[in-house]
Nanobody, 128 residues
Framework: QVQLVESGGGLVQAGGSLRLSCAAS????????MGWFRQAPGLEREFVTG????????YYAASVKGRFTISRDNAKNTVYLQMNSLKLEDTAVYYC?????????????????????WGQGTQVTVSS
């Protein structure tokens, strides 16, 4: 069982930056691939970025590539999402998720159904 708690969301102006954190419980954090998803009102939850358990494999959605950076510190059981050059369309609730059965960043790995554990989400609002 893994419990995830996100933090770091808030209100930021377009062009600004935020850093989200996701703290995980348990002693086997490094076994889990971690993903960040987001969901805007009226839209489906979408994959943003993910990182393998060891941190050596990372994938970004095209919409955030070059602006967002995912990282993890397995000693601290935490995964981070550094978000720079934020746009209005980045406004959403951001969720972190954990998957024990990582098999590479194919389509299935980027779907919410592949993840076993979810945080409660943190709101990110980008204003003009």
């Amino acid at each position: 069982q893994v419990q995830l708690v996100e933090s770091g969301g808030g209100l930021v102006q377009a062009g600004g930056s935020l850093r989200l954190s996701c703290a995980a419980s348990g002693r086997t954090f490094s076994r889990y691939a971690m993903g960040w998803f987001r969901q805007a009102p009226g839209l489906e939850r979408e994959f943003v970025t993910g990182i393998s358990g060891s941190g050596d494999s990372i994938y970004y959605a095209a919409s955030v590539k070059g602006r967002f950076t995912i990282s993890r510190d397995n000693a601290k059981n935490t995964v981070y999402l550094q978000m720079n050059s934020l746009k209005l369309e980045d406004t959403a609730v951001y969720y972190c998720a954990a998957d024990e059965f990582f098999q590479g960043w194919g389509r299935d790995q980027r779907l919410p159904r592949s993840y076993d554990y979810w945080g409660q989400g943190t709101q990110v609002t980008v204003s003009s």
